[in-house]
Structure formats: structure tokens, C-alpha cells
């Protein structure tokens, strides 16, 4: 008998637990993928940054941990392969797109200048990139050139530079005909 009440405390304890925790988990849970941001999901990181310079490192193919931003930086225009697949394992394209994003930012050490479109579903700042050296070479069409990216919403042009969606299309068109970087398995040709 004192072995069920013991069990039965137990399980009291766990529900009591599940009760006042469970609240306090959901309210920190990260905005569900697939829904747009409500202005509230993103305002633990403030004010959408006009601009932002400084050092980053590759997440993924297409995103950007940024030395001292709190939200993480998605390239605009560009979607590189996923880093992990449904079940976790880190898939091969995807680990070339953000080798190829990382070896791009070694050529600035790593120090880029973005300026800021919007917040994404994930509360990801959506920016346009250039490396921060005498090129100012810009992220995103390196990507599609060289075949780890393809073109990305790019009907959500840029205000500050109209022609940056047409580039990019035009970008990826020719690597598509040239066949770089990871075109030839998008293609079924491997």
C-alpha cells in the first residue's frame, strides 16, 4: 500500500509541475514555422535594425549569426539547401551551402554591411549583404553564382536597389545553363 500512495504522490507532484510550468514554456516557445510574425513574437529583439555591420559566422547556407545582433541574419533573396534534414542529420548540399557561404566570408574576415528588409517567420532579419572590403561584394548573388543558392522571394523587391531581384534572377539563370556548384543534382543529372 505505501508503495502506491508513494506513486501517487509522484504523479500528484508531476501533474502540479506540468500545471505551472507548461504556461510559462509555451509563452517562450519560438513563433510556429510557417506563420508571419506578429509584431509581439519579435519584439523581444527590438526595432528592426535599418542597417548593421559587423562580424559574422555561416549558421547555414543562407543564414548568419551576427557578433552582438540577437536575431540571426537570413539573406535576402537567396534559399540554399537545408543544413538538416527531417530527421536531423546534416545532409550533404546543405553542408556545401554553408561551406561556400563561410569560405565567402573568410575574403572579408568574416566582416559583412547589411541593411534590413524585414523580419521573417522565424523572427530572422531578412537583409541584403555585402562583404565589408574594397569589393563589397554582395552575399547573396555570390551564392547563386556559384550554384549553392537559388533566387528567393525576389517579387519582395528591394527599395534602396530596384535592380538587385532581376540580378539575381539572371545570376541564377546562368549558373542553372553552366551547371555550378550543386545545379547538376537539382538537375537529376548525378
Known amino acids: 500500500m505505501r508503495v502506491q500512495h508513494a506513486d501517487m504522490r509522484s504523479l500528484l507532484l508531476a501533474t502540479c509541475l506540468v500545471v505551472l510550468i507548461a504556461p510559462v514554456a509555451l509563452a517562450q516557445a519560438p513563433p510556429r514555422k510557417g506563420a508571419a510574425p506578429e509584431t509581439s513574437e519579435c519584439a523581444a529583439y527590438g526595432a528592426l535594425p535599418a542597417t548593421w555591420q559587423g562580424q559574422v559566422y555561416a549558421i547555414d547556407g543562407d543564414t548568419m549569426a551576427g557578433v552582438g545582433l540577437k536575431p540571426h541574419i537570413r539573406?535576402?533573396?537567396?534559399?540554399?539547401?537545408?543544413?538538416?534534414?527531417?530527421?536531423?542529420?546534416?545532409?550533404?548540399?546543405?553542408?556545401?551551402a554553408r561551406a561556400a557561404l563561410e569560405n565567402l566570408l573568410e575574403q572579408s574576415n568574416h566582416k559583412v554591411k547589411c541593411r534590413a528588409s524585414k523580419f521573417d517567420r522565424d523572427?530572422?532579419?531578412v537583409a541584403h549583404c555585402t562583404l565589408d572590403d574594397a569589393q563589397a561584394g554582395d552575399i547573396g548573388a555570390a551564392l547563386i553564382a556559384a550554384?549553392?543558392?537559388?533566387?528567393?522571394?525576389l517579387e519582395d523587391a528591394l527599395a534602396w536597389e530596384s535592380r538587385a531581384s532581376q540580378r539575381y534572377a539572371t545570376?541564377?539563370?546562368?549558373?542553372?545553363?553552366?551547371?555550378?556548384g550543386l545545379w547538376k543534382d537539382w538537375l537529376g543529372e548525378r
Not at 550554384?147 to 522571394?153: I, M, S, T
Not at 545570376?171 to 555550378?180: D, N
Open 171 to 180: 545570376a541564377e539563370a546562368e549558373a542553372r545553363k553552366q551547371r555550378r
Open 147 to 153: 550554384g549553392v543558392a537559388y533566387g528567393f522571394n
Open 75 to 96: 539573406i535576402w533573396g537567396v534559399q540554399a539547401p537545408v543544413l538538416r534534414d527531417a530527421a536531423k542529420a546534416e545532409t550533404v548540399a546543405g553542408m556545401r
Open 123 to 125: 523572427c530572422r532579419v
